[in-house]
T-cell receptor, first 117, second 111 residues
Framework: DTGVSQDPRHKITKRGQNVTFRCDPISEHNRLYWYRQTLGQGPEFLTYFQNEAQLEKSRLLSDRFSAERPKGSFSTLEIQRTEQGDSAMYLC???????????????FGPGTRLTVL | TQLLEQSPQFLSIQEGENLTVYCNSSSVFSSLQWYRQEPGEGPVLLVTVVTGGEVKKLKRLTFQFGDARKDSSLHITAAQPGDTGLYLCAGGDNYGQNFVFGPGTRLSVLP
């Protein structure tokens, strides 16, 4: 297993276009998280999945954002009608569910850097 | 809403010096994690602390969780240029929810 992978690594788009990012978690991990990170800031939580169920969504996740994890494996994050303010690094992380253990050990992918012109 | 603060925001030191960075909150966390992030990459997990007062060592890095589980510190001994990066603390509850990151401490170790 090579860890969490994300595709693409970089995306440049024009304002108003739709973009979709993919995340492949570590295979045995059933939790998957999406974050957004802007320059000089820590990652901001967007949403997370337990298997295929989307259990929590941040208020940061406007209705232009949608995430899916249809088979409980890979996940996609789509941004519709992109705005310049959407420019950021989009990070995906996965974690196992360990009974009685620290649930929060998250392993991150390399991120997708989005630039909206 | 749980918030994490980190200090200092920036730190620039010479190779061989020691340093400590801090992560503080008014909230209690079931666990805290420390990550290091290099430019253009995702954060890499360094350690998880779960018990109040816990101390963990990772080579030249020493992590401590406060007794009340509201704060944590990271001490680096004899810093090296390879330690350069953004150090992030993060915490949440036992259910993987309410997970928040601090804004990070950007460390630069000069040769």
């Amino acid at each position: 297993d090579t860890g969490v992978s994300q595709d693409p690594r970089h995306k440049i788009t024009k304002r108003g276009q739709n973009v979709t990012f993919r995340c492949d978690p570590i295979s045995e991990h059933n939790r998957l998280y999406w974050y957004r990170q802007t320059l000089g800031q820590g990652p901001e939580f967007l949403t997370y999945f337990q298997n295929e169920a989307q259990l929590e969504k941040s208020r940061l996740l406007s209705d232009r954002f949608s995430a899916e994890r249809p088979k409980g494996s890979f996940s996609t994050l789509e941004i519709q009608r992109t705005e310049q303010g959407d420019s950021a690094m989009y990070l995906c992380a996965s974690s196992p569910t360990l009974a009685g253990g620290p649930y929060n050990e998250q392993f991150f992918g390399p991120g997708t850097r989005l630039t909206v012109l | 809403t749980q918030l994490l603060e980190q200090s200092p925001q920036f730190l620039s030191i010479q190779e061989g010096e020691n340093l400590t960075v801090y992560c503080n909150s008014s909230s209690v966390f079931s666990s805290l994690q420390w990550y290091r992030q290099e430019p253009g990459e995702g954060p890499v997990l360094l350690v998880t602390v779960v018990t109040g007062g816990e101390v963990k060592k990772l080579k030249r890095l020493t992590f401590q969780f406060g007794d009340a589980r509201k704060d944590s510190s990271l001490h680096i001994t004899a810093a090296q240029p390879g330690d350069t990066g953004l150090y992030l603390c993060a915490g949440g509850d036992n259910y993987g929810q309410n997970f928040v990151f601090g804004p990070g401490t950007r460390l630069s170790v000069l040769p």
